[in-house]
Protein backbone atom coordinates (compact mmCIF):
# COMPACT_ATOMS: atom_id res chain seq x y z
CA UNK A 1 0.00 0.00 0.00
CA UNK A 2 1.40 3.45 -1.15
CA UNK A 3 1.77 6.02 2.27
CA UNK A 4 1.10 8.99 1.51
CA UNK A 5 2.83 11.64 3.69
CA UNK A 6 2.79 15.24 3.36
CA UNK A 7 4.99 18.15 5.65
CA UNK A 8 3.41 21.50 5.96
CA UNK A 9 6.37 24.18 6.32
CA UNK A 10 7.50 27.62 6.91
CA UNK A 11 11.05 28.29 6.75
CA UNK A 12 10.10 30.39 9.23
CA UNK A 13 10.02 27.98 11.97
CA UNK A 14 12.79 26.47 13.61
CA UNK A 15 10.60 23.70 14.36
CA UNK A 16 9.94 23.03 10.73
CA UNK A 17 13.85 23.43 10.61
CA UNK A 18 14.22 20.58 12.86
CA UNK A 19 11.75 18.14 11.47
CA UNK A 20 13.48 18.84 7.98
CA UNK A 21 16.66 17.54 9.61
CA UNK A 22 14.59 14.34 10.87
CA UNK A 23 12.75 13.40 7.93
CA UNK A 24 15.29 11.53 5.87
CA UNK A 25 15.68 9.14 8.45
CA UNK A 26 12.09 8.04 8.82
CA UNK A 27 12.03 7.79 5.41
CA UNK A 28 15.32 5.44 5.55
CA UNK A 29 13.53 3.33 8.26
CA UNK A 30 10.13 3.49 6.54
CA UNK A 31 11.24 3.48 2.93
CA UNK A 32 7.73 5.91 2.21
CA UNK A 33 9.00 9.68 0.77
CA UNK A 34 7.51 12.55 2.32
CA UNK A 35 5.72 15.32 0.18
CA UNK A 36 6.84 19.23 1.31
CA UNK A 37 3.47 21.25 1.07
CA UNK A 38 4.84 25.10 1.53
CA UNK A 39 2.34 26.68 3.44
CA UNK A 40 2.54 30.94 5.14
CA UNK A 41 2.57 30.41 8.70
CA UNK A 42 1.58 33.89 8.73
CA UNK A 43 -1.75 32.92 6.69
CA UNK A 44 -2.18 30.21 8.72
CA UNK A 45 -2.43 31.67 12.31
CA UNK A 46 -4.71 34.54 10.44
CA UNK A 47 -7.14 32.13 9.26
CA UNK A 48 -7.03 30.25 12.35
CA UNK A 49 -7.04 33.18 15.26
CA UNK A 50 -3.74 31.71 16.25
CA UNK A 51 -0.42 33.18 17.82
CA UNK A 52 2.67 32.09 17.21
CA UNK A 53 4.41 30.44 20.58
CA UNK A 54 6.46 34.24 21.28
CA UNK A 55 2.96 35.87 21.27
CA UNK A 56 0.93 33.20 23.23
CA UNK A 57 3.39 32.94 26.06
CA UNK A 58 5.40 36.60 26.05
CA UNK A 59 3.76 36.80 29.96
CA UNK A 60 5.01 33.62 30.86
CA UNK A 61 8.94 33.23 31.02
CA UNK A 62 8.88 28.96 32.37
CA UNK A 63 6.83 28.61 29.39
CA UNK A 64 9.31 29.99 27.04
CA UNK A 65 11.89 28.52 29.16
CA UNK A 66 10.43 25.12 28.93
CA UNK A 67 9.65 25.14 25.15
CA UNK A 68 13.53 26.12 25.13
CA UNK A 69 14.70 23.27 27.23
CA UNK A 70 13.46 20.94 24.93
CA UNK A 71 14.40 22.18 21.51
CA UNK A 72 17.88 22.25 23.42
CA UNK A 73 16.77 18.28 23.93
CA UNK A 74 15.68 17.80 20.40
CA UNK A 75 18.79 19.03 19.14
CA UNK A 76 20.90 16.99 21.46
CA UNK A 77 18.69 13.59 20.69
CA UNK A 78 19.16 14.23 16.64
CA UNK A 79 22.89 16.02 17.21
CA UNK A 80 21.69 18.69 15.30
CA UNK A 81 24.79 20.54 15.98
CA UNK A 82 25.29 23.10 13.20
CA UNK A 83 21.55 24.95 14.19
CA UNK A 84 21.83 28.62 15.80
CA UNK A 85 19.00 30.85 16.21
CA UNK A 86 18.42 33.37 13.56
CA UNK A 87 19.58 36.71 15.17
CA UNK A 88 17.16 38.01 12.50
CA UNK A 89 13.88 36.05 14.25
CA UNK A 90 11.07 36.73 13.26
CA UNK A 91 11.98 36.96 9.26
CA UNK A 92 8.97 37.60 7.43
CA UNK A 93 8.24 34.46 4.84
CA UNK A 94 6.57 35.48 1.95
CA UNK A 95 9.04 35.88 -0.61
CA UNK A 96 11.48 32.42 0.44
CA UNK A 97 7.63 30.50 0.66
CA UNK A 98 6.60 32.03 -2.61
CA UNK A 99 10.20 30.64 -3.83
CA UNK A 100 9.31 27.31 -2.85
CA UNK A 101 6.63 27.54 -5.32
CA UNK A 102 9.09 28.70 -7.70
CA UNK A 103 11.87 25.76 -7.01
CA UNK A 104 8.70 23.05 -7.48
CA UNK A 105 7.80 24.08 -10.98
CA UNK A 106 11.44 24.58 -11.86
CA UNK A 107 12.26 20.72 -10.04
CA UNK A 108 14.52 22.03 -7.79
CA UNK A 109 12.83 21.79 -4.83
CA UNK A 110 15.43 19.43 -2.66
CA UNK A 111 17.98 21.71 -3.24
CA UNK A 112 16.32 24.47 -2.87
CA UNK A 113 14.67 23.76 0.24
CA UNK A 114 17.88 22.69 2.26
CA UNK A 115 19.49 26.20 0.69
CA UNK A 116 16.88 27.90 2.33
CA UNK A 117 16.51 25.86 5.99
CA UNK A 118 20.64 26.17 6.27
CA UNK A 119 20.70 29.80 5.45
CA UNK A 120 17.47 30.34 8.14
CA UNK A 121 18.99 28.23 10.62
CA UNK A 122 22.38 27.58 10.45
CA UNK A 123 23.77 30.37 9.42
CA UNK A 124 21.44 32.84 10.45
CA UNK A 125 21.22 35.04 7.03
CA UNK A 126 18.24 38.06 6.59
CA UNK A 127 16.08 35.53 4.29
CA UNK A 128 13.52 38.64 3.86
CA UNK A 129 16.20 40.59 1.95
CA UNK A 130 16.49 40.00 -1.60
CA UNK A 131 19.85 40.16 -2.45
CA UNK A 132 21.07 37.56 0.34
CA UNK A 133 18.01 35.22 -1.50
CA UNK A 134 19.56 35.29 -4.84
CA UNK A 135 23.37 35.33 -2.98
CA UNK A 136 21.99 32.39 -0.79
CA UNK A 137 20.52 30.30 -4.01
CA UNK A 138 23.64 31.10 -5.83
CA UNK A 139 25.92 29.59 -3.69
CA UNK A 140 23.79 26.82 -3.60
CA UNK A 141 24.14 26.16 -7.35
CA UNK A 142 20.68 27.91 -8.41
CA UNK A 143 19.58 30.67 -10.10
CA UNK A 144 18.88 32.90 -7.92
CA UNK A 145 17.96 35.82 -10.10
CA UNK A 146 15.47 34.12 -11.32
CA UNK A 147 13.49 32.61 -8.55
CA UNK A 148 13.73 35.33 -7.23
CA UNK A 149 11.97 37.36 -10.01
CA UNK A 150 9.68 34.62 -10.70
CA UNK A 151 8.30 35.01 -7.07
CA UNK A 152 6.19 37.98 -8.36
CA UNK A 153 4.43 36.39 -10.61
CA UNK A 154 0.65 35.82 -9.92
CA UNK A 155 0.55 32.32 -9.76
CA UNK A 156 3.46 31.46 -8.00
CA UNK A 157 1.34 33.91 -5.23
CA UNK A 158 -1.79 32.56 -6.10
CA UNK A 159 -0.62 28.91 -5.39
CA UNK A 160 1.06 29.62 -1.84
CA UNK A 161 -2.56 31.38 -1.14
CA UNK A 162 -4.21 28.18 -2.24
CA UNK A 163 -1.63 25.94 -0.40
CA UNK A 164 -2.10 27.90 2.68
CA UNK A 165 -5.96 27.86 2.54
CA UNK A 166 -6.02 24.13 1.36
CA UNK A 167 -3.77 23.47 4.47
CA UNK A 168 -5.94 24.83 7.27
CA UNK A 169 -9.35 23.44 4.98
CA UNK A 170 -7.65 19.70 6.44
CA UNK A 171 -7.46 21.18 10.08
CA UNK A 172 -3.71 22.97 9.81
CA UNK A 173 -3.53 25.57 12.66
CA UNK A 174 0.77 25.62 12.80
CA UNK A 175 3.49 24.12 11.77
CA UNK A 176 5.40 21.70 11.20
CA UNK A 177 2.24 19.80 10.56
CA UNK A 178 2.58 16.73 9.18
CA UNK A 179 -0.19 14.26 7.39
CA UNK A 180 -0.11 10.45 7.15
CA UNK A 181 -2.74 10.08 4.56
CA UNK A 182 -5.71 11.98 6.85
CA UNK A 183 -4.49 11.76 10.14
CA UNK A 184 -3.03 15.00 11.15
CA UNK A 185 0.07 15.42 13.49
CA UNK A 186 1.51 18.87 14.72
CA UNK A 187 4.86 19.56 15.87
CA UNK A 188 8.48 18.26 16.22
CA UNK A 189 7.97 16.16 19.10
CA UNK A 190 5.02 14.25 17.31
CA UNK A 191 7.40 12.34 14.96
CA UNK A 192 7.79 9.27 16.37
CA UNK A 193 4.04 8.97 16.63
CA UNK A 194 4.24 9.62 12.84
CA UNK A 195 6.45 7.10 11.98
CA UNK A 196 3.90 4.40 13.83
CA UNK A 197 1.71 5.14 11.76
CA UNK A 198 4.03 5.41 8.59
CA UNK A 199 4.02 2.23 9.80
CA UNK A 200 0.71 0.87 10.55
CA UNK A 201 -0.97 2.26 6.84
CA UNK A 202 2.32 0.42 5.31
Same mark, same amino acid.
Do not use: H, W
Given at each position: MSVQVEFHYDFGSPNCYFVHKVIPEIEKRTGVKFSYFPILLGGVFKLTNNKSPMQQFEGIPLKMDYMRLESKRFVEEHKLTKFAMNPNFP #??? #? %? @? *?? !?? @???? /? &? !?????? +? /? &? @?FTAMWETGKKMDDPEVIVETLNSAGLDGAKIVERTQEPAIKETLIRNTNASVERGCFGAPM @?? #? =? /?? *??? =? $? /??? !?? #?? $?? +??? %??
Open positions: #VNT #V %Q @I *MR !GA @IVAE /D &A !GCSEEY +I /D &A @I @IF #V =G /DE *MYF =G $K /DRL !GA #VE $KE +ITR %QR
